[in-house]
């Protein structure tokens, strides 16, 4: 069996290029202050390429003074593609800035957030929902520089808004009994219950009842289940926490032979891709991620560059995209 190849080093890099390991950190780690002729930087870049050299982490984090490391948090629910879509526009807005996603899903018995945050040396930690103080002063003692968002009490997440919109649009077009389709997941629960309430808000102010809530799986048996209930209790137009959700009760009410929107209305929220697959094709919220990812990737930089201040981030509008199930 051929022998694994051994990893260059510094000293590699410098003995190829006829300098010191000092030269080669200093050419490497582009640091401010120092003399080095163009051609010896040319040498020692040259030679790293040659040998393909990579520098260790903890090199990495003597010469920065901290890691590039920034842990994203994602709470213990499926990883669907709304959350993909910003996982990958995160890591594309912090790659801009030099820096590395890391991503940690926590799990009932996984290691503590402040556990990995120390382990892998994350410069910054990013939060789906707010941390607690608490939570806050325990990521910065493992070695977290910017915590973000931290807890900001009564203050609703963006995304919450996504259920306002919701029924707002199906409330103009004219639909007076409002359904709304709970994921069965308990992953999702807290973001939906958000998303609820703001449907909820927009029906009192339209002076309309509460909406009738069901819990739905992604499963058809469970969908045409709920489906039952909200044709009984007399909804026209259903309200569903995503996209998923939407082409599962889509799919429910094929199983009665119901049609959208002639028998059901059915709005969902993220615009995934399939969203436009649906039969028909459905009715959705769209939520500029890429906006978002920018903004977290930008308030992480602020934050490592000594900006004490509070990221403030300007809230991203929804828009709806107009499809045939509404």
């Known amino acids: 069996m051929a022998r694994p190849v051994k990893r260059s080093t510094s000293q590699d890099v410098a003995r190829a ?6 030269t080669v950190s200093f050419v490497l780690n582009n640091t ?15 030679a790293a390429q040659r040998l393909d050299y990579h520098p260790h982490a903890s090199a990495r984090t ?16 499926p990883i669907g593609p709304g959350i993909s879509r910003f996982v990958e526009e995160l890591a594309t807005a912090l790659a801009a800035h030099g820096l590395t996603l890391v991503i940690h899903v926590a799990a009932g018995h996984g290691r503590p957030l402040p556990d990995v945050c120390a382990s892998i040396d994350a410069s910054a930690v990013i939060g789906f929902d707010p941390f607690d103080r608490e939570t806050v002063k325990t990521l910065h003692r493992a070695g977290a520089d910017v915590v973000i968002p931290a807890d900001n009490p009564g203050t609703p997440p963006a995304t919450a808004e996504i259920g306002r919109f919701q029924a707002n649009h199906l409330i103009s077009r004219g639909h007076r009994r409002i359904g709304y389709a709970l994921p069965a997941h308990p992953g999702f629960r807290k973001m939906a219950e958000g998303r609820l309430r703001s449907v909820t808000d927009a029906c009192a102010a339209a002076g309309l009842d509460a909406p009738v809530v069901v819990s739905t799986s992604l499963e058809i048996a469970d969908a045409a289940r709920a489906v039952t209930q909200w044709t009984g209790n007399a909804v026209t ?77 300007v809230p991203i509008i929804p828009r709806l995209v107009q499809r045939a199930s509404t």
Do not use: W, Y
Not at 17 to 22: K, L
């Open 62 to 77: 003597l010469a920065a003074g901290r890691s590039d490391v920034v842990l994203l948090a994602i709470p213990d629910l």
């Open 237 to 313: 137009g259903i309200c569903a926490f995503n996209d998923e959700t939407a082409i599962a009760v889509l799919a429910g009410m094929r199983e009665h032979g119901l049609i959208a929107p002639d028998d059901l209305a059915v709005i969902g929220a993220d615009d995934i891709p399939t969203a436009r697959l649906a039969t028909p094709p459905l009715t959705t919220v769209h939520f500029d991620l890429h906006q978002v990812g920018k903004q977290r990737a930008e308030a992480v930089v602020a934050g490592l560059s000594g900006d004490d201040c509070q990221p403030t981030f």
């Open 32 to 46: 401010p202050g120092q003399l080095i002729p163009a051609e010896t930087r040319r040498r020692v870049i040259d």
């Open 17 to 22: 290029a006829g300098v010191s390991r000092t």
